[in-house]
């Protein structure tokens, strides 16, 4: 994308610049989404049992994030490693980051997996149609949530 851009301002201006450096930021911060996501839960449905599944990669705002999340009140959270190997937040460190929270409760319920391939069997073993169930964090993460799903929903 960055390059068309620099190509696109290169022939409509070539004559005015011998060089350009064009630098590109995501706006949309992590913290954005999930402040997003937590009002609207808030607001709506404010006494549903939620599971958040949630893993993130490292250089996001992961510890304001989890302090938002646990604004959900009587939430459990699972904690996975998204599949992006250079840059992501491994599960145990995530773990880490909502136990220090002071915000975890009594009320918040929090488990561990290694990667998100086993979500759907805690929903086959224990189904629950009062629950509602979010995929958060990491679009990496959220993808392989979402890839679990369609191979759970056509068993």
Known sequence: M????????????????????????????????????????LLTVPNRKVTGWVGFLGDKQVARCVDRLLDLPNAEFVVSTPDNPERALPADKLYGIFQANQKIKQNHVLYKIPDPSSLFNGILANPDAEMIYIATGSFYFINQVKSQWEQYRFK
């Not at 011998?18 to 997003?36: H, M, V």
């Open 2 to 41: 960055g390059g068309k851009i620099v190509e696109a301002l290169r022939d409509r201006f070539a004559e005015k610049f011998s060089s350009l450096t064009l630098s590109i930021k995501k706006i949309a911060l992590p913290i954005n989404g999930i402040n997003a996501l937590v009002k609207i839960f």
